[in-house]
Structures are given as structure tokens and as C-alpha cells.
């Protein structure tokens, strides 16, 4: 799952990392969420990135990288 905005560069760079490296996931874009909903996601965020900031990617419900982190990100879905 990747938590991101629609206006976020980095965002984008870790959606597109993630499609090149043959990943379909869920993404959620936070701020295009309306009411319970964008309340729900960020409960949610909160969860694995306390301060709530963007992206967060969430890797089978064990772990979470926070950032734009290539290599991290290339290393962790490697198992």
C-alpha cells in the first residue's frame, strides 16, 4: 500500500519506481480522500509513519519506509 499526494514529486517518483519494478499496489491518494475516509487513511498512516508525512509505503503488513528511499525500497521487495 502507498500513501501519497496527488501534487507530491516525490510521490510520484516512488509510484513510478514501484511500476518499473513490476509492483501493482494499492495507492491511496490522502488528499483526494474526503471526510471518514481521509480520516480512516491517516489513522492508518499514523500507524506505521507517526508523523503522518508523504509517501509512506507500507510492505506486507510488516514494514514501512517513509520517503523516497530507492535503494531502501528496491532492497525490501527483493524478499
Known sequence: MLY???TCGWCARTKELLRS???NLIIRMFDLLE???QDD???EIEK???KGSFPTL???DSMS???FREEEIREALKG
Open 41 to 43: 487513511a491517516m489513522n
Open 35 to 37: 471526510g471518514k475516509e
Open 48 to 50: 506505521w509513519n507517526p
Open 4 to 6: 501519497a499526494l496527488s
Open 58 to 60: 507500507v510492505i506486507r
Open 65 to 67: 519506509i517513509v520517503g
Open 21 to 23: 519494478l513490476g509492483w
